[in-house]
Structure formats: C-alpha cells, structure tokens
C-alpha cells in the first residue's frame, strides 16, 4: 500500500507530541541544578507522572530528591522525636542503592534570613564499596524540623563518582506521613 508523505510527517509529529512531555523540564546536563518535585506529583503534561514508573516515595519510605536527569535519587527520612535524618544514595529507578566516594554530604536551607548548613556523615551500609557510602546522617532536632517547614527551602548537595548534583528536598506534609518507620533497613 503506498501513502502519501503528509501521512508520514504526521505520524511522525503525533509521535514526537506524545513522547516528549516528560522531558519538558529535565536539566539538559549531567550533575545540573534539579527542581526536584515528589515524584508522581506532577500533572503539568496532563498526565501523572507514576504512569512512567516514578515511585512516590523511597523503599525507606522517605521524600525523593531528583538529582540531574533523573540519573539518580536521593531519599531522605527523618525522625523529629530522635532528630534522626538519613540520606539514602539510589539509582535512577530510586529503588537501588548508589554509592559515594564522599565522606559527608551537605543540606543547606534559609531559617528567617539566616543560611544554615547541615553536614551528614557517610555510614557505610553492607553491601558498599571500601572507601564509599549510600547512606549518610545526622542527629539534629533542627534540621529534623526545618524539613517541615516549606519557608526553608532545603537543598541537598554532593557528588557520585567526582561529579556535583544538588537538588530541592520536598516539603513533606508533617501531618500525612507516620515517622516510626524503622531508617536501618
């Protein structure tokens, strides 16, 4: 059967159209600035974004932090009663644990006028390499409640293999998540 060319560009616009909404906003460069929203909370394409696959949370059941293009994730979790807050290094899937040759990482957020910087060690899980960490944290009620508050605008800094990401850690709704889950899983 033979068609005509316009039915061929046509085809190939519709296509165009429809796979092109979820890169819409994606940093165009590895370790770029990321806007990190929760995953699945995204309707600006007129889709969820869970019908690609993004979880909405972490396996620790923590907020995701997208960092680069989606290259990888970081989860955080927090503990207001302990001040426990863990960072866990993942892959692009968030499901994966990624591991870092840094031995602390950095969260950096406004209280009032005032910058604050948190410093999160590296705690080595089973599993990673000598000399590198997956997981980092700190005990720091502060920084534990500042998580809450959306007026901090917490950011999330380090490197994978030499090269810097950063990424928005999400205000989490402090009324709608239970924090008794256990962080060393």
């Not at 060319?5 to 906003?25: D, F, H, K, M």
């Not at 009032?112 to 999160?120: A, Y």
Request: glycine share 8%; with cysteine; hydrophobic share 30%.
């Amino acid at each position: 059967m033979l068609r005509s060319p316009s039915y061929a560009i046509l085809s190939a616009a519709a296509l165009c159209a429809a796979t092109a909404g979820c890169q819409e906003n994606a940093p165009t460069t590895p370790g770029s600035q990321s806007t990190a929203k929760p995953a699945g909370e995204s309707k600006e394409h007129g889709h969820d974004h869970d019908d690609h696959g993004h979880p909405s949370e972490g396996p620790h059941h923590g907020v995701l932090v997208e960092l680069g293009s989606e290259e990888y994730h970081a989860e955080v979790t927090h503990d207001d009663a302990s001040g426990a807050v863990t960072v866990y290094l993942l892959d692009s899937s968030a499901k994966k644990s990624v591991a870092s040759e840094a031995t602390e990482i950095t969260i950096n957020l406004k209280h009032g006028d005032k910058p604050e910087q948190f410093k999160l060690a590296a705690q080595p899980q089973e599993g990673d390499t000598a000399g590198q960490s997956s997981r980092y944290a700190i005990t720091d009620k502060e920084l534990a409640e500042h998580l809450h508050e959306a007026a901090t605008e917490p950011r999330l800094s380090l490197s994978i293999g030499g090269q810097p990401y950063s990424g928005a850690i999400p205000h989490e709704d402090h009324a709608a998540h239970d924090h008794d889950h256990d962080h060393d899983k």
